[in-house]
């Protein structure tokens, strides 16, 4: 695979509104390879970048229901077929005294099935990243808003996207460098 010489370009914005604006322009522009980072959570940005939805509830849910299945097959079997006593006259397959294990062993598997899906998704762990290049990227933590269009957008053309960049009335249009541990 041919390694693209940049990341991508980035825009430094000093608002959230000026950046929801931005992405609502890139993304009807054409751009799909874009990506947003701010100090604060914005609720329309990823209606503004246009990013699909997931299927993590639903690995979720269907690891929630496994941990459910396999809570009550583990009790049911312990009961019925490996060590059946009968005390007080109860029949083995009593599933009401079922319920506090089958409940647990449904958000265990749920609850980790979120966090490793939500990993997966993500991408973690990944502690280095080509934006960190950017020199004034750390005001992404503290009061600034980024707009990056990566270089595997098949609308990228460096000149042209950097044009384009520049007439959003950004801060800043930075080059975002590979680095040496991409």
């Not at 079997?77 to 059946?84: C, R």
């Not at 099935?113 to 080509?130: K, W």
């Amino acid at each position: 695979m041919e390694r693209t010489p940049i990341h991508g370009l980035m825009a430094e914005f000093t608002s959230p509104d000026e950046l929801l604006t931005a992405a609502r322009e890139t993304t009807a522009r054409g751009f799909r390879d874009v990506d947003a980072y701010t100090p604060i959570p914005i609720e329309e940005l990823s209606e503004a970048l246009r990013i699909k939805n997931t299927r993590l509830p639903l690995f979720v849910l269907c690891m929630g229901i496994l941990g459910c299945a396999t809570g009550f097959f583990m009790q049911w079997f312990a009961s019925t077929i490996h060590y059946p006593l009968n005390i007080g006259g109860r029949p083995l397959n009593s599933w009401p005294m079922f319920i506090p294990i089958t409940f647990e062993l449904t958000i265990l598997f749920a609850a980790t099935a979120a966090v490793v899906g939500m990993m997966f998704r993500n991408g973690l762990p990944r502690p280095y990243h080509p934006v960190f290049n950017v020199p004034r990227f750390e005001l992404a933590s503290q009061d600034r808003f980024f707009l990056c269009i990566e270089a595997i957008d098949p609308m990228f053309d460096r000149s042209e996207t950097e044009r384009f960049l520049k007439s959003l009335n950004p801060h800043e249009v930075t080059v975002v460098e590979h680095g040496d541990m991409d």
